[in-house]
């Protein structure tokens, strides 16, 4: 398909004014599903986790999963939302093979949660509040496989499989309001909201939180208006995009398209979009109209959700601390500078510093051993640091070796090394390869006199008072010690003894 002509990003922004709306989708990781007893897992052999109940045979009757109304009500306090009193199931139907009871088991007019917000920090410490109109509960569809295409996709596919194992995994769907006036900056504050919910859904660990498995999904509305206008353009919904790099891609590319369209004089289809991540562009999916009827009815089969106000409460006092205000309280704890802090959140390091801080090490410490050595090594390997081998325990463990002056830098490294190498606990790798500072100074200062006797010019230029000289003997001494002296104590030394 050819590819859509684009305005530029910048001249979309001076005609017009971009409106978003974001619609969030997180599986819950319950035990089970959201109406009947199946295994909610990821990855088991197609079709083994179903039953009578998912995949919809006549006279089959649900009922409903406490944990998921639990985790559900938990995501809406969260958010700041009030929760309904009443939340009653609505069958949402339409046709579809991933959908075996041809209609979706969803809310409608009676949400779970509603009417929340959310602050969100940008890149550039700016913040915006963006309004939650609902967060409600639903089931998932099946997955679908295309099988004999190019693509992937159903298009030019021989054949198509179904797996209803994800058929009936409990779903939350939270719906902003439209969000105005984030600019230039509303594809940044998109994949940044987007991060925020499945930062807050992990450290409630309600759901998995992965968006590469399709835990957290997001539909990306998208309209641009005149500036000036106050009549909504008209928006499309780029459905499922599942990476934070898509998001403010799929955005960013919607206002250039439509921007395109618009200054041209055209007028935008009210349609949804697929993100294509590899060739960096939106196509067309299917139209929508406001007016799509799903002919959504009360769900006969279930009572309403009536949480008491006890339990609400209940759950809102077993909430976690919320990660923004994690992060803020860490950042005045550690007294780290703003880049310093943002390089450890950047590279998903809290827990890593945190746990390490805990364990006894100092803050700016435990920051230098997870996002400088250990980065490194992780770099060199291929491998995300978190999936070392060595704990925040064994880091603070060898960090206090240090500080005792147990360890030099260099040495801590090798023990870093050894650990990881999985030569055991850091005290077993420094008995095994013999890692210890000296302490006793006489073998030290004998290294040192020795150093200084055969380069009478360096001691000469130093009791001229040239310290600097000074270097060229640490490394010979340094050698002659094979590296198990503190550097900062052999200086120390060298310029002692040189003076005598
Ligand atoms: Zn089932």
Not at 302 to 314: D, F, N, T
Request: charged letters at 30%.
């Amino acid at each position: 398909m050819a590819k859509e002509q684009l305005l530029s990003y910048e001249d979309a922004l001076d005609k017009f004014e971009v409106v978003i709306g974001l619609e969030v989708h997180v599986e819950l990781n319950t035990k089970s599903k959201m109406f009947c007893g199946c295994a909610n897992v990821f990855g088991s052999e197609p079709n083994t986790n179903v039953c009578p109940i998912c995949i919809a045979l006549p006279g089959s009757l649900p009922a409903v999963n406490r944990k998921a109304v639990e985790s559900s009500i938990a995501i809406g306090l969260a958010l700041d939302c009030q929760i309904a009193p009443t939340g009653r199931f609505a069958r949402k139907n339409y046709f579809y093979p991933d959908l075996a009871k041809n209609f979706q088991t969803s809310q409608y007019d009676e949400p779970i949660a509603f009417e929340g917000k959310i602050d969100i920090e940008l890149e550039s410490g700016e913040v915006h509040t963006v309004l939650i109109e609902r967060a409600h509960m639903e089931e998932d569809a099946g997955k679908l496989t295309h099988v004999g295409g190019a693509t992937g996709r159903i298009q030019g596919a021989e054949y198509s499989l179904v797996d209803y194992n994800r058929a009936g995994v409990p779903l939350v769907e939270i719906v902003t309001k439209p969000i105005f006036g984030a600019g230039d900056k509303a594809p940044e504050l998109a994949a940044a909201y987007v991060r925020a919910i499945r930062e807050i859904v992990k450290a409630m660990d309600v759901s998995d939180a992965k968006m590469e498995r399709g835990n957290v999904r997001c539909d990306a509305n998208v309209s641009l208006r005149p500036k000036g206008q106050e009549k909504l353009g008209t928006r499309t919904e780029t459905k499922n995009v599942n990476s934070l790099r898509s998001v403010e891609n799929a955005v960013r590319y919607e206002i250039q398209r439509q921007g395109y369209i618009l200054a041209n004089g055209g007028t935008i289809t009210q349609e949804t979009r697929h993100w294509h991540e590899d060739r960096g562009h939106t196509s067309s999916g299917r139209p929508k109209s406001d007016a799509d009827d799903y002919r959504y009815f009360p769900e006969p089969d279930l009572v309403p959700v009536q949480p008491s106000k006890e339990w609400i409460e209940e759950i809102r006092a077993s909430l976690p601390e919320m990660p923004s205000l994690r992060r803020r309280r860490l950042q005045e704890e550690w007294g780290f500078a703003e880049l310093e802090f943002r390089d450890v959140v950047n590279s998903d390091l809290l827990d890593q510093v945190e746990d390490t801080v805990k364990a006894g090490a100092a803050p700016q410490a435990a920051r230098k051993w997870w996002t400088g050595e250990l980065a490194r090594i992780a770099n060199a390997e291929n491998l995300v640091v978190q999936d070392l081998s060595i704990t925040p325990l064994q880091v603070a463990q060898i960090q206090k070796l240090i500080d005792a002056g147990d360890l030099t830098d260099r040495m801590a490294r090798d023990v870093v090394a050894g650990v990881l190498a999985g030569e055991g606990e850091p005290a077993q790798v420094i008995e095994k390869r013999g890692l210890k500072v000296v302490k006793d100074d006489g073998a030290l200062i004998e290294a040192i006199d020795k150093a200084l006797a055969s380069q009478p010019d360096v001691l000469e230029k130093i009791r001229e008072g040239k310290v600097q000289a000074a270097g060229a003997v640490i490394g010979a001494v340094m050698q002659a010690m094979r590296g198990q002296v503190d550097a900062a104590r052999v200086r120390e030394l060298i310029l002692e003894r040189a003076s005598k």
